[in-house]
Structure formats: structure tokens, C-alpha cells
T-cell receptor, first 114, second 117 residues
Framework: DSGVTQTPKHLITATGQRVTLRCSPR?????VYWYQQSLDQGLQFLIQ???????AKGNILERFSAQQFPDLHSELNLSSLELGDSALYFC?????????????FGSGTRLTVV | AQTVTQSQPEMSVQEAETVTLSCTYD???????LFWYKQPPSRQMILVIR??????QNATENRFSVNFQKAAKSFSLKISDSQLGDTAMYFC??????????????FGGGTRVLVKP
């Protein structure tokens, strides 16, 4: 157990739907990062939050949004889902805002859009 | 923008033998961090080893060691005394050094390692 908790582990939904992925960072970690892993794109950075504030944005689609709550857990919202959004979504956390010690990853949420 | 290249899609090694995974990166930064992550079939991403670019000494973690060649922008991973549990996908990753928050990991495409009994 890495200490980073992601729920749900698996999600199957239809095109056009909206889903919410949840992440609880490791105790004491203030930064949360979201990554998407797909066969064709590899591991892509989506977005980072640090202590409740957005700090960096990557290749995140406008249909996707995220937030970090006062208790530091984070949610990634995916809307108007398309088949191509099927992927493994990882959340990671780090103690330092700059992530220099490396991230601790959760076990991921496998999203399948049918 | 930084890019990370892993030129070996797949490698196999006999148990107890040594295998070396290649990674090259492209950056104009002088200060940065390099990482190797392991993703076993369980799909969990596990940090294997970390290197700070301003340190000349190569990092070592038990059976895992790196050969960091800054001028060549090369960062290879050596797995010694390979064990069946080392079977996994291995990703090389780059992060530039900034004091401010907002540093992302840029990953290579991965190398699949199969340890054979």
C-alpha cells in the first residue's frame, strides 16, 4: 500500500456520460498530481494541485476538470466522455510542492468508455 | 520541452543475471532530476531510483544502480541479480528543478522487462 488511495479501481461508463475519480494523498503530502496512461499516448501529465491551489496544467482537455479540497483529497471530473478517454488514470502525491523526491502513485482507476 | 526516449521496447533476462535499460533525454536545463519507475502487472507505479543532475555520483538502491552521463544526456538503469519479481514495465522520467511548485514528470515510453526462471 503506497498510502495514496484512489477510488474507484474500475469504472465502466457510456459515451457522453460524466464520472468523478477520487484521490486521497499520502498523509502529510500537500501536492496531488493527475496522470493519464493510455496505450497510444503513454503517461501524460494532466494537472497538479498544491495545498488546494492549481499549480500546473498539462495536456488536460477542457472536458476534464479537477479540484483539491481543504482536507487535501482531490477529484478529477471527466465529462462528455468519448471512447478515446478510456485509460488508466493515476493520482500521485508528494511532500514537497516541487516533487523533487519523486511522486508516490496510487494504484490507478481503470476507466472504460463503451 | 523535455523529451525522454527509451529505445528498448522489451528485454528479457535470466534470473540472477544482470540487465541494463537505456534512457536518453533532451533538455536545455542544467539542474534537474531523473527517475526510474517500475510498473508491475499490478499496474502500481513504484519509484525505483532517483538521481539529482548536480550530483556526479551515480545513485544506487540495493540491486538497482544507474549510470548517469550528463554530457551525453543518458541515464541507464542496471538491475543486478535479477529476480522474478523484477518482471515489470520500467519507465524513465525527467523533472526539471525549480523551487516553485509545478514540476511535472515527463516519462519515456517504457521498457518491458521479463525475468525468466
Amino acid at each position: 500500500d503506497s498510502g495514496v488511495t484512489q477510488t474507484p479501481k474500475h469504472l465502466i461508463t457510456a459515451t457522453g456520460q460524466r464520472v468523478t475519480l477520487r484521490c486521497s494523498p499520502r498523509s502529510g503530502d500537500l501536492s496531488v498530481y493527475w496522470y493519464q496512461q493510455s496505450l497510444d499516448q503513454g503517461l501524460q501529465f494532466l494537472i497538479q494541485y498544491y495545498n488546494g491551489e492549481e499549480r500546473a496544467k498539462g495536456n488536460i482537455l477542457e472536458r476534464f476538470s479537477a479540484q483539491q479540497f481543504p482536507d487535501l483529497h482531490s477529484e478529477l471530473n471527466l465529462s462528455s466522455l468519448e471512447l478515446g478517454d478510456s485509460a488508466l488514470y493515476f493520482c500521485a502525491s508528494s511532500v514537497h510542492g516541487d516533487g523533487r523526491d519523486g511522486y508516490t502513485f496510487g494504484s490507478g482507476t481503470r476507466l472504460t468508455v463503451v | 520541452a523535455q523529451t525522454v526516449t527509451q529505445s528498448q521496447p522489451e528485454m528479457s533476462v535470466q534470473e540472477a543475471e544482470t540487465v541494463t535499460l537505456s534512457c536518453t533525454y533532451d533538455t536545455s536545463e542544467n539542474n534537474y532530476y531523473l527517475f526510474w519507475y517500475k510498473q508491475p502487472p499490478s499496474r502500481q507505479m513504484i519509484l525505483v531510483i532517483r538521481q539529482e543532475a548536480y550530483k556526479q555520483q551515480n545513485a544506487t538502491e540495493n540491486r538497482f544502480s544507474v549510470n548517469f552521463q550528463k554530457a551525453a544526456k543518458s541515464f541507464s538503469l542496471k538491475i543486478s541479480d535479477s529476480q522474478l519479481g523484477d518482471t515489470a514495465m520500467y519507465f524513465c522520467a525527467f523533472m526539471k528543478h525549480e523551487k516553485a511548485a509545478g514540476n511535472k514528470l515527463t516519462f519515456g515510453g517504457g521498457t518491458r522487462v521479463l525475468v525468466k526462471p
